[in-house]
């Protein structure tokens, strides 16, 4: 198991093959999807495999689960890669279990994101996007020192887009 990242909370680390039903559940459950892509059972399986592939480029961005330290529950999911729809950024995403929602758990993983790819990785910047209704998401990228800077047209709607750079 590679550690990506930590926080007295949080472990950042990869999926391993045991852990393909944590990721594909949350693909199944409405509540945490309803601001992104549904994905059927068959992609959410394939986005799995290929998550593991991604691991051996080397690059140290990837998809990631997030685990509570305490007991190692799982959380849910993190990523911090290449978008799909502007290659030359690196965006930040996440998606939380319900059971911890405001405690605070996103905020403090997109702080530890984000420095991680700005002083591990050595990025420049690392961009994110909401839906246009998800204020929680939006103010915990401002919580996490994000700044919003305008609308762009990605995953087929106009959507807020926040930046942190070093």
């Not at 990025?123 to 103010?139: D, I, M």
Request: hydrophobic share 40%.
């Amino acid at each position: 198991m590679n550690i990506i990242t930590q926080t007295p909370r949080l472990l950042i680390r990869q999926f391993i093959a045991e852990d393909e039903e944590l990721s594909t559940v949350m693909d199944a459950d409405d509540r945490l999807t309803q601001y992104v892509k549904k994905r059927t059972p068959q992609e959410s399986k394939q986005v799995f495999k290929d998550t593991l592939k991604e691991y051996q480029n080397g690059t140290g961005l990837g998809r990631w689960g997030i685990f509570n330290i305490a007991d190692n529950d799982f959380i849910g999911v993190c990523a911090l890669k290449p978008s799909d729809y502007d290659k030359s950024r690196i965006e930040l995403g996440y998606r939380i279990h319900l059971k911890y929602w405001g405690q605070g758990i996103a905020t403090e993983l997109a702080e530890a994101l984000v420095n991680y790819g700005l002083s591990k990785v050595g990025l420049k910047e690392v961009c994110a996007v909401t839906h246009p209704q998800n204020a929680a998401s939006q103010r915990v990228l401002i919580k996490a020192g994000f700044v919003r800077e305008g609308i762009v047209f990605w995953y087929g709607e106009d959507v807020p887009f926040f930046r942190i750079s070093r």
